[in-house]
């Protein structure tokens, strides 16, 4: 009866470490014009790093995502395991941009 009880424990560590292995590298990159800061990158960091490990490393790599990342936070799409707060969420979405943006 134990050995009932683990499989959905284990199916749901394994869905989550599967799932967890998200990767932008099929999406085109964009032109860097507006670094993120380090509020930003610390909040990039604390919401999007478990899953997206390779993508976000430096700010430059972050920049270089600029819209794909605003776009899924602002509708919904990432976090796609967990939850944001508003203020995260707002700090991605009001991401400070470039004069000749």
């Not at 919401?47 to 919904?76: E, M, P, W, Y």
């Not at 939850?83 to 700090?91: A, G, L, P």
Request: charged share 25%.
């Amino acid at each position: 009866m134990k050995k009932n009880n683990l499989f959905p424990i284990i199916f749901f560590i394994v869905f989550i470490m599967v799932g967890c292995t998200a990767s932008l590298e099929s999406y085109n990159r964009e032109s860097c014009k507006s670094i993120p800061d380090d509020k930003l990158f610390n909040v990039l960091q604390n919401n999007c790093v478990s899953c997206h490990k390779k993508d976000f490393q430096t700010k430059l790599d972050i920049c270089s995502r600029k819209t794909i990342i605003i776009d899924a936070v602002k509708n919904g799409r990432m976090p796609k395991y967990g939850s944001i707060s508003e203020n995260d969420k707002n700090t991605i979405i009001e991401w400070p941009t470039d004069k000749n943006e």
